[in-house]
């Protein structure tokens, strides 16, 4: 088993900046991408941003240049910097993990943390 663990939503005015954190736990397993998805009330989940091994990284068009997808390999954990908060950003953030675990590819949630940004 894996456990994507988020850390760092909270509530920030419009126009202010949050880092979230996610890193997987567990054993025995290889990390092949990871990303950030955001369900808002009454709304579908929608990818933000994913980021693969070899660092290749993706953007939902609607943060390209405001938010920031980074990781670092050794130790599991995938960042994602916010800048330019808008209150249409504020949402639950998920981490997703796909992983070589057991000789299968699989894919792990965390349980989400609150993003709250006030106008």
């Known amino acids: 088993q894996v456990q994507p663990v988020e850390s760092g939503g909270g509530l920030v005015q419009a126009g202010g900046s949050l880092r979230l954190s996610c890193a997987a736990s567990?054993?025995?397993?290889?990390?092949?991408?990871m990303g950030w998805y955001r369900q808002a009330p009454g709304k579908q989940r929608e990818l933000v941003a994913s980021?693969?091994?070899?660092?290749?990284?993706n953007y939902a068009d609607y943060v390209k240049g405001r938010f920031t997808i980074s990781r670092d390999n050794a130790e599991d954990t995938v960042y994602l910097q916010m800048s330019s908060l808008k209150p249409e950003d504020t949402a639950v953030y998920s981490c997703?993990?796909?992983?070589?675990?057991?000789?299968?590819?699989?894919?792990?949630w965390g349980q989400g943390t609150q993003v709250t940004v006030s106008s």
């Open positions: 980021i693969k091994r070899d660092g290749t990284t």
């Open positions: 997703n993990a796909v992983v070589l675990i057991q000789g299968r590819i699989s894919d792990y």
């Open positions: 567990g054993s025995f397993f290889v990390v092949y991408a």
